[in-house]
Every structure is written in C-alpha cells, then in structure tokens.
C-alpha cells in the first residue's frame, strides 16, 4: 500500500518544528518512530500535506537517572526502554509495559513520545479506505455533524467518538505518577500524563497545534513498594491491548499498611482510566484477599469498554478488567514481601 503524497521536513531544531507545526495548523504532524503514522497514512486515514521528523531538531533519546526522578526523553525507543538497567531496576512494570508493545520491529522503531501520542483505535476507524466506503463518514472523520457509525444513538448523545486509546505505556506510566514536558508555540509547561488525555475519542490528546512532547519525567519509587503491568492481547506475538491493568503500591514496611495505591485501565475507553476508589479501599489498611475482592469490583466497575475493538466482546474486557486488577495486586504484594 502507498503512502499519499506529502512534503517531507526535517527541522535542525525544536523551535523550527514548533513553528512547522503550528503555522500549517491541522496540515502537518509530527513523526517520530512513525510505527503508528504510517499505516494510518497508507489506509488515508490521516492525509497530512507536512511530515516533521523532530529527530534532528534535538537529542531527545536518553534514560537520565536524576537525583529523585528518571528522565526519559520522548525520542527514546521503547526497545531502550525494555533494556535499560534503571528502568528495569526502578520502574519493572514500565519495562515490562515497553516490553509488549507491538512486535520487536514496533519496538526498535517506536517511541515513547509516539506510544504517549498514540492515536486512538476502533473497528470502524482502523481499517481501509476502501472498506470504509461501505458506510457513510464517522464522526471521528468528518464533521461535526457526522455520527459515530457504531453507536449512534448512545446514551441520547450525538457527536460523540468512543475510539478506545491503546497504548501499552501510558497506564503504567500514570501510576507512577509521572509527569510529561510539553513545548509549543507558548512556550514549555509541565502537566501531570493523565492531563493529555481528554477522554473524547475524536481528540484524544490535551494538545495544541505544534505542542511537542519532549520529556516523561517519573519519580522515584519509595521504599517498599512495586508495580505490574497485565495485558490482554489475541496474539502475544504483535497486538495492541483489548485491556491493561497497571497497578502500583507502597506498604509502610514488608507486608506493612498500605500508604498509596494505583490502578490504570488501558484499552477499555478513550483515554487511560484511573479506578479512583482503589487508593481509598486500599490506603492505611493492611490489603486483604476481601479488600483485593473490592478493588477489583471498582475496576469492573470503572471499565466501560464498548464492542468496537473486533477481536472481543466488552462484556468479557470488562470482566478481564477485574481478575488482572485482582492479579496484579498479588504478584505486587509478592514482590514487596521477597524484596
Ligand atoms: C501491527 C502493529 C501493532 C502495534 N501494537 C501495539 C501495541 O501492542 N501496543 C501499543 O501501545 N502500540 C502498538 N502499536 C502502535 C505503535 O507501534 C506504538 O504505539 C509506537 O510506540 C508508536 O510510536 P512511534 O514513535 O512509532 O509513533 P509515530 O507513529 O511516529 O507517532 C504516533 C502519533 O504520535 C504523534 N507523536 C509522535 N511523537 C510525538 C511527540 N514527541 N510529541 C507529540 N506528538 C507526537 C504523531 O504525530 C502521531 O500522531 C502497533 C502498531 C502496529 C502497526
Ligand atoms: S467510535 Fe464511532 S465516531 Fe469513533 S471512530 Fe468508531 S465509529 Fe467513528
């Protein structure tokens, strides 16, 4: 399949990217490892006129150790990222996360700042341009008053996409709470990562024409405590998640009280779905199979997966969604017993 035509830049710095971007408006998009671009260039779902690769604008590959946190650079590739010494040592689950991203090929081209910015997903959306000609244009596509082709009468709303986000690192990556730098046409700020996500399938990301990610910024894990990441996938070999659970804990001591607790769905909504309730049944109690029982009923009941992912039905997500929230606390309470 080939790819439309489009002009091609390569920015000698950050700044001139900015500019690229930002002054072509919706006409450009970045490229970075391009393992997502393309292929939704080639199935012209998105027909760029400018392509900026940013990979010349600035050295954003690096795993920087810092005094209290761990600085990734968005251009790191996820291969690094599975590899590296202190992300293994510090952060496993984001390691592991890195580590099931796609295939090996996905991972030595892919990058962080691409997996963070991934587009979002859906049965409808991630196909052909020839097979989508068998329905009418999907909101996702056209214009405000185009529906979603799926499920257009929904909750009585109109104009809404429920394209599910599917990037592997992003869960992981929000309960540990980190942290991404954006830079722009107004300059550079600082959010917390669950910030870029909007949860509106049509736009998935809080960012403007010509925001660049530059950097994921994660703080140190405390004493005491550990994460997991559990995915679902058809085929382990190459598929994007039909759900994730990240979850993260830290204890007061080995098989102490519990201080904080983390739990991010992926894959059952468009955006990374925090289960806000988990830290309140969890913190300043000593977890329990019963307590366990109760956060993954929250989970169940935070994840809202619809049927637009082919591969499975939302019903058995949902469900999925709860034995690896039950799963994932156990292997972390295990790890922090034998640490
Ligand atoms: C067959 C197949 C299987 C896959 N399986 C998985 C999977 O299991 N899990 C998964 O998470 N992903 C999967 N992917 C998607 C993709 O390979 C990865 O998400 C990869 O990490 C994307 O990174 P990239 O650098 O290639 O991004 P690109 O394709 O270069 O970019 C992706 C999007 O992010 C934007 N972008 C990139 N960098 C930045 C930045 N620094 N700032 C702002 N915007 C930016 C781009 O404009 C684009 O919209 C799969 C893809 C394919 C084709
Ligand atoms: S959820 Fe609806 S609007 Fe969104 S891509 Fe799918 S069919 Fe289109």
Known sequence: ?????????????????????????????????????????????????????????????????GENNVRIGALT????????????????????????????????????????????????????????????????????EDKCQLFPTREGKANVCYSVFSGDTAPSLIALKAEVKIKGPKGERKIPLAELYTGDGKRPLALGWGDILTEVIIPDPPAYSSGCYLKYRIREAIDFPLVGVAANIVLDSKDGICERASVVLGAVASRPVEVTDAEDILRSNKITDDLIEEVSEAAFKAAKPLSNLHECSAQYRKRLAKIFTKRAINSILSAISQS
């Open 1 to 65: 399949m080939r790819l439309p035509k489009f002009q091609y830049k390569s920015p000698a710095t950050i700044d001139e990217a900015i500019a690229l971007v930002s002054e072509a408006k919706g006409d450009a998009v970045i490229i970075a490892g391009g393992t997502d671009l393309l292929p939704s260039m080639k199935q012209r779902r998105l027909t760029p006129k400018i392509v900026v690769n940013i990979k010349r604008a600035e050295d954003l590959a690096y795993i920087k150790d």
């Open 77 to 144: 590739r996820l291969s690094s990222i599975e590899e590296s010494d202190i992300i293994r040592k510090k952060f496993p689950m984001l390691a592991k996360a890195a580590g099931e991203v796609g295939a090996p090929q996905h991972r030595n081209a892919g990058t962080i700042g691409g997996n963070l910015c991934l587009n979002t997903r859906c049965w409808y959306y991630n196909q052909s341009a020839f097979f989508r000609t068998c329905r009418p244009v999907c909101y996702k596509f056209g214009n405000e």
